[in-house]
Every structure is written in C-alpha cells, then in structure tokens.
C-alpha cells in the first residue's frame, strides 16, 4: 500500500505541474504582445512545411529553447521569425558572420539554396524536442 501511495502523488504531482505549465502557457499567449509565446525560456510550434525532412515533417510540434545570441552554432535546428514576416521557419544554421545568421532546410529535393540571411535577434531558440509521428525525441 505504501508503494502505491507514493506511485499515486509522483503521478500527482506530475499531473499539477503539466496542468500549471499550461495555464500559464495559456495566459502568456493571451496577454504576449508577440506572435508566439514563451514560458521559462520555451515555445511551442508547429512545422509548416517539409522544408526538414526527414528530421522533421509538416505538422510535428517542436518545442524551442531560447538561447544568449553568442550561443548559437553552426548545425544547429532554430526556429527565427524574420522581421516583416509572421510565419516562424525552423531551418539549420549553415553559416555564421559576426551576429549574421545564414539557414537552410535539410530537405535536399526542396532546398537547393541557403535562406536570405537575418540578424541573430530573430531567433526565437534552438529546437530542443520534436515530434515525428507519435514519439517525440531530443533534436541536439
């Protein structure tokens, strides 16, 4: 019975902290004055395009950490919002100048070119988790 009661309050306890996550996810994007929202340094997005494929795929969810601009690196997976766009691509980093970050998709039938280049300033964060499918694994 001991066993079991401690089984029920880790589960318990898992369980409150999912549903506050959430809550809180939810009042942020409600009040973020931003196209996405960001709740201790993570956002959730959907990918819209095969531009990644095969690591990623149009509809998998991809969960992003925001990083210090010195952090990122080349071969990394970002999501970025450019500044006149509202759709967030997630692409890898081919090249860095100086605070100049250069992107592409992985998906060689579709990306035969590197993405215009932006400032480090539009990236919202490193891809730390993505969904394919059903399972969800660890992208760096």
């Known amino acids: 019975?001991?066993?079991?009661?401690?089984?029920?309050?880790?589960?318990?306890?898992?369980?409150?902290?999912i549903i506050l996550f959430l809550g809180v996810f939810l009042v942020s994007s409600l009040v973020s004055k931003?196209?996405?929202?960001?709740?201790?340094g993570f956002s959730l997005f959907e990918v819209k395009s095969y531009s990644m494929y095969p690591e990623l795929k149009k509809g998998d969810l991809v969960?992003?950490?925001?990083?210090?601009?010195?952090e990122y690196e080349v071969g990394m997976t970002v999501t970025y919002i450019r500044e006149?766009?509202?759709?967030?691509?997630t692409h890898k980093i081919v090249k860095i100048e100086?605070?100049?970050?250069t992107t592409r998709?992985?998906?060689?039938?579709?990306?035969?070119?590197?993405?215009?280049?932006?400032?480090?300033s539009c990236i919202i964060g490193e891809v730390v988790f993505g969904r394919v499918g059903n399972y969800m694994y660890r992208l760096s």
């Open 34 to 40: 931003t196209s996405y929202t960001q709740v201790f």
């Open 63 to 70: 969960v992003v950490k925001k990083l210090d601009t010195d």
């Open 105 to 120: 998709g992985i998906n060689s039938e579709t990306n035969n070119a590197d993405d215009e280049p932006f400032d480090v």
């Open 84 to 89: 006149n766009e509202k759709t967030p691509t």
């Open 1 to 17: 019975m001991k066993i079991v009661r401690i089984i029920r309050n880790i589960y318990l306890g898992l369980l409150v902290t």
């Open 98 to 101: 100086g605070n100049i970050i």
